[in-house]
């Protein structure tokens, strides 16, 4: 579903965010993309949405090249992004009408569709509650709604569960797996918490300083570590996390 070869973004104080980097997406993967802060997530997920250009390398969704002029990509996927301004004026009923209308779902079929979205994200009570006095969880459900309005294919979400407490972040878990599952929606998620994308991805891609460290099934990624990380006598399986370290510490070598 995505095809991501050789990308790299060089920003013009000259300092190289993303490096080489390919990975395949396929579609029905929740598909997370780790790293710690400042790795290039944000980055390369501008680049896979088209907002920013690369200065290198390509990428191609459902065959499609994504360029930053072309509508086509953008129509067909949805995108949650790391800091977003909402219409705080705006009630979240108003808010997601509006972008139905921005990404012409038909007259007939927008308020049904509207309607429906606020109930995959748990947000029917508070539909007519302005956004902003929405609490930092209720705003990243609206959010994601937004993203699903037009019934993209694929979605990518930038951090969504920054900054919730972890009630929140289950919720957002929640909504995201049901996604995935009952509406066969692909999702690409950005994270720095190993926790979660160990809960919700099928495969994961480690970045470390705009680098691509290690990719795959998580299932085939602690089979092959399995060996490398436990000591011998060790009877507590390897998680996501040891793998996290051990290759992104030797990733700094
Ligand atoms: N517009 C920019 N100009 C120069 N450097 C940038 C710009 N945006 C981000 N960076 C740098 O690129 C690196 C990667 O940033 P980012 O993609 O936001 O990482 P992440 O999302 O993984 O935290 C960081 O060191 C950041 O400071
Ligand atoms: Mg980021």
Known sequence: MIHVKDLSKVYDNGFKAVSNLSLHVKSGDIYGFLGPNGAGKTTTIRMLNGLIKPTGGEVTIEGTLVKQDEPSVKRKIGVLPESHGYYNWMTGYEYLTFFA??????????TERVINVLEMVGMSEKKNIRIGQYSRGMRQRIGIAKTIVHQPS????????????????????????????????????????????????????????????????????????????????????????????????????
């Open 101 to 110: 209308e921005l990404y012409d779902v038909p007259k007939e079929i927008r």
């Open 154 to 253: 694929l979605i990518f979400l930038d951090e969504p569960t920054l900054g919730l407490d972890p009630q929140g972040q289950k919720d957002i878990q929640k909504i995201i797996l049901d996604l995935n599952q009952k509406q066969g929606v692909t999702v690409f998620i950005t994270s720095h918490l190993l926790k979660e994308i160990a809960e919700i991805c099928n495969r994961v891609a480690i970045v470390k300083k705009g680098r691509l460290l290690e990719e795959g099934e998580i299932s085939q990624l602690l089979h092959k570590y399995e060996r490398k990380i436990q000591s011998p006598d060790s009877s507590q399986p390897v998680t996501l996390e040891d793998v996290f370290f051990y290759v992104t510490k030797e990733g700094e070598q």
